[in-house]
């Protein structure tokens, strides 16, 4: 599939922040809890500094992947897409991988000719 190039700078960007631990943990937290209070109780929840917690806490923000309701973060309906469909899939594509991995080997192999 081609993508524009802004669309696909957007992915880069996306995949970026997730990439960073501290980003994903508190990504993750947030997916699974539906939301947290605005409050330091994550950082003692999650080892982490004060620091990281609200500058991660800020890219994931300006992502698009969070937003701030009231005293509370939650997923956007982006983040929950995100969520959803990518990380929910590639984690399964991991848990999935050796049979990949084999149905490759098959297809690669003389066994299908």
């Known amino acids: 599939m081609y993508a524009p190039k802004n669309v696909l700078d957007k992915v880069r960007s ?54 701030k309701k009231g005293n509370h973060y939650r997923l956007t309906s982006f983040g929950k897409h995100i969520h959803d469909k990518l990380i929910n899939y590639l984690a399964h594509l991991v848990v999935d991988y050796k049979r990949l991995e084999i149905i490759e080997k098959i297809f690669e192999s003389d066994a299908l000719s």
Do not use: H
Request: aromatic share 10%; no cysteine.
């Open 14 to 67: 996306i995949l970026a922040v997730l990439s960073d631990d501290v980003a994903f943990k508190i990504f993750m937290y947030i997916a699974l809890r539906g939301e947290i209070p605005a409050s330091t109780d994550v950082v003692e929840r999650l080892k982490i500094s004060l620091k990281l917690y609200y500058t991660r806490l800020k890219r994931l923000v300006d992502s698009n992947l969070l937003e």
